[in-house]
């Protein structure tokens, strides 16, 4: 068997509105017109996934769920495609993610869940390569489209969220500032894609 390059796990992390889904999706659509089939786009909470569909009845109020049952839900959606995840990295695949275990340790603790107790369900989960955190003004993500439809999407909860984010910065995270036009933020994306470092193989989630 011929060894090939890995591909990259890229996570895309920051606020309500801050464009990650706009640009997760404009990363894998570029990656795949340069050469297809060499990226998915994979959003969390993935929603056709069946623990995906609990937390979307709880997102859409038709059922209500303990902080701590949401949360595992979160973690647990993650699991059921950590596998394909796995696979798609060693066939050489990029792996884009639109938002991960950071957005679940960041709105469970700010609504008060213990660090210790809210990190401990998504370790062994694959450690992204790098971790874009997309940074926007409230003034700008409250012009944005959208905002307020479901819940959780409340100023008070993205500012929690905020603190406790940035609190979560680590080593594979870079900031992009997500004020700019669509455009801006998407070359700001491709040139950090375009430095990750691939020799280092995979590593998983400690604690
Ligand atoms: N959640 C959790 O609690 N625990 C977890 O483990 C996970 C998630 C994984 C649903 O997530 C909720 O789940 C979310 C966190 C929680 N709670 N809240 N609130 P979601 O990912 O499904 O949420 P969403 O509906 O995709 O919204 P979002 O992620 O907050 O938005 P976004 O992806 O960052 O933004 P966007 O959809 O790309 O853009 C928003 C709008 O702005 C849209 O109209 C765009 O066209 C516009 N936009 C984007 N970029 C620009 C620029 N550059 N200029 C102008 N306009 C722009
Ligand atoms: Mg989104």
């Not at 706009?22 to 297809?36: G, I, M, V």
């Not at 696979?87 to 869940?113: H, M, P, T």
């Not at 971790?131 to 909860?157: C, D, K, Y």
Request: aromatic fraction near 8%.
């Amino acid at each position: 068997m011929t060894s090939q390059r890995r591909g990259v796990l890229i996570v895309f992390e920051g606020l309500d509105r801050s464009g990650k889904s706009t640009q997760a999706k404009r990363l894998a659509d570029f990656l795949n017109s340069q050469n297809e089939g060499s990226a998915v786009l994979q959003a969390f909470p993935e929603r056709s996934e069946p623990f995906g569909q609990v937390i979307d009845r709880y997102l859409r109020r038709e059922i209500d769920l303990s902080e701590r049952a949401l949360h595992l839900a979160f973690s647990a959606n993650r699991w059921e495609k950590e596998q394909m995840i796995r696979d798609k990295i060693e066939q050489g695949i990029d792996v884009i993610c639109d938002r991960y275990c950071y957005s679940g340790v960041a709105y469970s603790l700010a609504k008060g869940l213990d660090e210790n107790w809210v990190r401990q369900s998504d370790i062994g989960l694959p450690r992204p390569d790098v971790v874009l955190f997309f940074e926007v003004s409230p003034e700008v993500a409250r012009q944005r489209g959208g905002f307020g439809e479901e819940r959780l999407e409340t100023e008070t909860i993205q500012q929690k969220v905020a603190k406790k984010m940035e609190e979560l910065r680590a080593d594979n995270w870079k900031s992009v500032n997500a004020d700019g036009s669509y455009d801006d933020v998407e070359l700001a994306v491709r040139k950090i894609y375009s430095e990750i470092d691939r020799t280092a193989p995979l590593t998983s989630l400690e604690k």
